[in-house]
């Protein structure tokens, strides 16, 4: 499993989704977490992929691509440790 994290740089939800992302790699050294830009390619693309229409967005993803949970918009922004049980690599 993994976490997506797709937000826009420059904007005003940069700092929180930042000072997340931080903090959960520090508590989640382990984990698979990938961060996308949605104003560059691959970011507008997995966005289009996993209909995300507020940003910041994390998603809890399979292996397989499938979305096991999401979260969108700074003001629901998750726990650590909520995104934490899916980042656990599995092998």
Known sequence: M???????PKSEHRQAIEDFISQFKEKHPRSK??????DRR????MA????????????ALRDD????QTWEGEENLPRLDD???Y???QF
């Open 83 to 85: 995104v934490g049980v």
């Open 42 to 45: 691959e970011g507008i693309a």
């Open 48 to 59: 289009s992929i996993y209909d995300v229409m507020r940003y910041p967005s994390i998603l």
């Open 65 to 68: 691509g499938t979305v096991l």
């Open 2 to 8: 993994k976490v997506l994290v797709l937000y826009k």
């Open 87 to 89: 980042a656990i690599d």
């Open 33 to 38: 977490v990938e961060v996308l830009d949605v």
